[in-house]
């Protein structure tokens, strides 16, 4: 090969480790990314259906934008099931050079669920999740009860409980509260999904007993209620 012939391989090599690290540089931005989501009631029992209830998405954030959503309603009523008032939910994210992050908030006053079974002055369910250079993180920091009583037991004044209390609700089923879901590696992304009260509905069937014996029922889920739910997420 003569000197010109090699003098375009090198030109062309060295373009080439160019394109791939423009390439690179891009698809390490494009990873970048939140999400966000938050409703105040969900209702879906025998007792009757009310989807997520108001319903704040984040909608897509690119570059280095901002973007926001909310919703509110002022009541929901389903009879014998749950009802409340000033419904508010709300989420954020942004996407920037050094930090990427995103917030939701979901609240509601006067909760009574399941004919005063649970009851709540105000439930506020807040979670963020941020990614920097050092790392990738979320809390439910703001998440509270205002005056929460289950089965006629005085629970809180204004504050949280721990992470995931499981209380039995005999003949219903059980409440999960300050129930946390969290996804990501924490190194690169994180996100966590916050439902305040989640009512779990369950009900015995089969079992009995005849001449051979007896057999156990079965508990079989029949529904859920869901108070104060915000989840978000971000990936650098």
């Known amino acids: 090969m003569n ?4 003098h375009w391989v090198n030109r062309l090599a060295a373009l080439g480790l160019v394109v791939g690290l423009v390439a690179g540089l891009a698809a390490a931005g494009s990873a970048q990314s939140v999400g966000g989501q938050a409703y105040s009631t969900y209702v879906n029992t025998p007792l009757g259906f009310s989807g997520q209830s108001p319903l704040a998405v984040l909608p897509a954030v690119s570059g280095t934008d901002g973007a926001m959503a909310d919703a509110e309603g002022s009541a929901l009523n389903v009879a014998g099931a749950l009802s409340s008032d000033f419904l508010n939910s709300i989420t954020s994210g942004e996407i920037g050079t050094a930090e990427t992050g995103a917030q939701s908030t979901a609240s509601a006053a006067s909760v009574n669920i399941l004919n005063g ?3 709540a002055d105000e439930v506020v369910a807040n979670v963020m999740s941020s990614v920097t250079g050092s790392g990738a993180f979320s809390n439910a920091d703001g998440s509270t009860f205002t005056n929460l009583t289950v ?3 005085s629970l809180s004044g204004d504050q949280a409980l721990a992470p995931n209390t499981n209380i039995s ?7 999960v509260l300050n129930e946390q879901i969290p996804s990501g590696d924490g190194v690169t992304s994180s996100g966590l ?3 305040m009260i989640h009512v779990y ?3 015995l069937t089969g079992g009995g007993c005849t001449p051979l014996g007896c057999l156990p029922g079965v508990l079989t ?3 859920e209620i869901i108070v104060g739910s915000a989840a978000s997420n971000a990936t650098m």
């Open 151 to 153: 089965a006629g037991r």
């Open 169 to 175: 609700l005999p003949g219903v089923g059980y409440v």
């Open 201 to 203: 509905l369950q009900s």
């Open 117 to 119: 079974l649970i009851t």
């Open 193 to 195: 999904t916050v439902n």
């Open 3 to 6: 000197g010109k012939s090699m």
């Open 221 to 223: 889920s029949t529904g």
